[in-house]
């Protein structure tokens, strides 16, 4: 239930944050004034939304493939390119398919391709506390489960060699690219969801390692990876014995690696 809310208010929010550097002024004061309880809930929205907090941490979720995933403060706040890996997953699966979604975060991906395809088997991990919580509340209402775990070790031992479906999105900016990442990135998201160490591959060499052990035979791995990185990406996955190949959306700027057992 949205709150009444007279027009100088209105436009009192939207300078408030036009002037704090928020460049949709106009489309957020809409969304907090919808999502407050009460005018002081909307006062307190418009403060923490002033002094810098993302605006999906101050209304509690973020759009993603036309689902509310909820977020908290600390976990990846899912980005609309991500959309794009969800696609290409959605292009693979089948019904009745087991899907593993590696580095859940608020396990938007998963929960997007659960409401897509409807009849999967969902597994998700992640090793941060925040976003297993969050994850247990978007992706159980498609009936998804979610382990607490460093990448394949939070999995059961029955996984191994049935997935047929493993998507994820690792951390893969470079250490030292981190300092250019936005404000909102750098102070409020975990480094622990955006550092891929040196060269930004870290993690995902350790995914596509084990991916041939835990994959069914014809099942996919697809991750996310930048325009840049994707040469090296591809490098990795053929090491390791994937049949590869690269695809990309220029208008989102999303790329993304796909190998097949």
Same mark, same amino acid.
């Given at each position: 239930?949205?709150?009444?809310?007279?027009?100088?208010?209105?436009?009192?929010?939207?300078?408030?944050?036009?002037?704090?550097?928020?460049?949709?002024?106009?489309?957020?004061?809409?969304?907090?004034?919808?999502?407050?309880?009460?005018? $002081?809930? #909307?006062?307190?929205?418009?403060?923490?939304? !002033? =002094?810098?907090?993302?605006?999906?941490?101050? +209304? @509690?979720? %973020?759009?993603?493939?036309?689902?509310?995933?909820?977020?908290?403060?600390?976990?990846?706040?899912?980005?609309?390119?991500?959309?794009?890996?969800v696609r290409q997953? $959605?292009? #693979?699966?089948?019904?009745?398919?087991?899907? !593993? =979604?590696?580095?859940?975060?608020?396990?938007? +991906? @998963?929960? %997007?391709?659960?409401?897509?395809?409807?009849?999967i088997m969902l597994?998700?991990?992640?090793?941060?506390?925040?976003?297993?919580?969050?994850?247990?509340?978007?992706?159980?209402?498609?009936?998804?489960?979610?382990?607490?775990?460093?990448?394949?070790?939070?999995f059961p031992r029955?996984?191994?060699?049935?997935?047929?479906?493993?998507?994820?999105?690792?951390?893969?900016?470079?250490?030292?690219?981190?300092?250019?990442?936005?404000?909102?990135?750098?102070?409020?998201?975990?480094?622990?969801?955006?550092?891929?160490?040196?060269?930004?591959?870290?993690?995902?060499?350790?995914?596509?390692?084990?991916?041939?052990?835990?994959?069914?035979?014809?099942?996919?791995?697809?991750?996310?990876?930048?325009?840049?990185?994707?040469?090296?990406?591809?490098?990795?996955?053929?090491?390791?014995?994937?049949?590869?190949?690269?695809?990309?959306?220029?208008?989102?700027?999303?790329?993304?690696?796909?190998?097949?057992?």
């Amino acid at each position: 239930m949205s709150i009444l809310v007279d027009h100088h208010t209105v436009t009192s929010i939207v300078n408030q944050l036009r002037s704090a550097g928020c460049v949709f002024a106009e489309e957020e004061t809409q969304l907090l004034v919808s999502e407050a309880q009460s005018l $002081e809930d #909307l006062i307190k929205k418009v403060e923490m939304r !002033v =002094d810098g907090l993302p605006l999906e941490y101050v +209304i @509690g979720w %973020a759009p993603f493939c036309g689902l509310r995933i909820e977020v908290e403060r600390g976990v990846f706040v899912p980005r609309k390119r991500t959309e794009f890996l969800v696609r290409q997953a $959605e292009h #693979l699966a089948c019904s009745g398919d087991l899907v !593993v =979604d590696l580095c859940c975060g608020s396990g938007a +991906i @998963g929960a %997007a391709l659960a409401a897509a395809m409807g009849d999967i088997m969902l597994y998700g991990s992640d090793i941060d506390p925040i976003a297993i919580r969050c994850a247990r509340k978007n992706v159980t209402k498609f009936g998804g489960h979610v382990f607490e775990g460093d990448l394949y070790e939070a999995f059961p031992r029955w996984m191994k060699g049935r997935i047929n479906l493993l998507v994820a999105n690792v951390p893969y900016v470079p250490t030292k690219a981190i300092d250019l990442l936005p404000l909102e990135a750098r102070l409020y998201e975990p480094n622990l969801a955006l550092d891929g160490g040196e060269d930004g591959l870290n993690i995902l060499r350790r995914v596509v390692k084990e991916a041939p052990d835990w994959l069914a035979p014809g099942g996919h791995l697809l991750i996310e990876t930048s325009e840049m990185q994707a040469p090296q990406t591809f490098e990795v996955f053929a090491h390791f014995g994937l049949d590869t190949k690269v695809i990309r959306d220029a208008e989102r700027d999303a790329t993304v690696v796909i190998g097949t057992q």
